[in-house]
């Protein structure tokens, strides 16, 4: 099976502006979850989908939105970025949203905003 | 909240030496935790998990860890380092309540010396 992809890769943006980052998760997985990592603060959760209901919202501005279509391909939004937003996006899908099972990652999306 | 601790900034080993990662893990009911690796650029790839059952854990790559109730702690190990190996390590615990939200320790550099 091909893996969790994430499109772009790597992204220049500038404070204000707003960016789209897309995520496919591994055939057959319905959860999808995004996280962020920085140097700072680590990997932080940001969200999880699941049948395109957002399950779960970590502690971040509502400026970090998202959402999951039917194929349970998902995007994330962040609106007006900040420099702080400048980070590696990582998005993870599982097969269910119950149970324990395991999430695998994508490669991430790099985002710098200058 | 559930959370885990990796007490340790960096892990350095020598090659052919024995290698271990530290994780202790605060948590309310059973723990269910996972430990992923990071190389340079990457996103992260999963290594193993401890949802019940044995204490030893076996793995990706030959790495297996321990859980152990009573000190609270889920220890990566490898009887015989690789420099291939030298990566970020991050151990993860699952949120409680059904949903797939990995809270992540700060992570381990670990730097395996030929």
């Known amino acids: 099976k091909a893996g969790v992809t994430q499109t772009p890769r790597y992204l220049i943006k500038t404070r204000g502006q707003q960016v789209t980052l897309s995520c496919s998760p591994i055939s057959g997985h319905r959860s999808v979850s995004w996280y962020q990592q920085t140097p700072g603060q680590g990997l932080q959760f940001l969200f999880e989908?699941?049948?395109?209901?957002?399950?779960n919202k970590g502690n971040f501005p509502g400026r970090f939105s998202g959402r999951q279509f039917s194929n349970s391909r998902s995007e994330m939004n962040v609106s007006t970025l900040e420099l702080g937003d400048s980070a590696l996006y990582l998005c993870a899908s599982s097969s269910t949203s119950g149970g324990v099972e395991t999430q695998y990652f994508g490669p991430g999306t790099r985002l710098l905003v200058l | 909240a559930q959370s885990v601790a990796q007490p340790e900034d960096q892990v350095n080993v020598a090659e052919g030496n024995p290698l271990t990662v530290k994780c202790t893990y605060s948590v309310s009911g059973n723990p269910y935790l996972f430990w992923y690796v990071q190389y340079p650029n990457r996103g992260l790839q999963f290594l193993l998990k401890?949802?019940?059952?044995?204490?030893l854990v076996k793995g990706s790559y030959g790495f297996e860890a321990e859980f152990n109730k009573s000190q609270t702690s889920f220890h990566l190990k490898k009887p015989s380092a690789l420099v291939s190996d030298s990566a970020l390590y991050f151990c993860?615990?699952?949120?409680?309540?059904?949903?797939?939200?990995?809270?992540f320790g700060k992570g381990n550099q670990v730097v395996v010396i030929p």
């Open positions: 401890y949802i019940t059952g044995d204490n």
């Open positions: 989908y699941f049948s395109e209901t957002q399950r």
């Open positions: 993860a615990v699952r949120d409680i309540g059904g949903n797939n939200r990995l809270a």
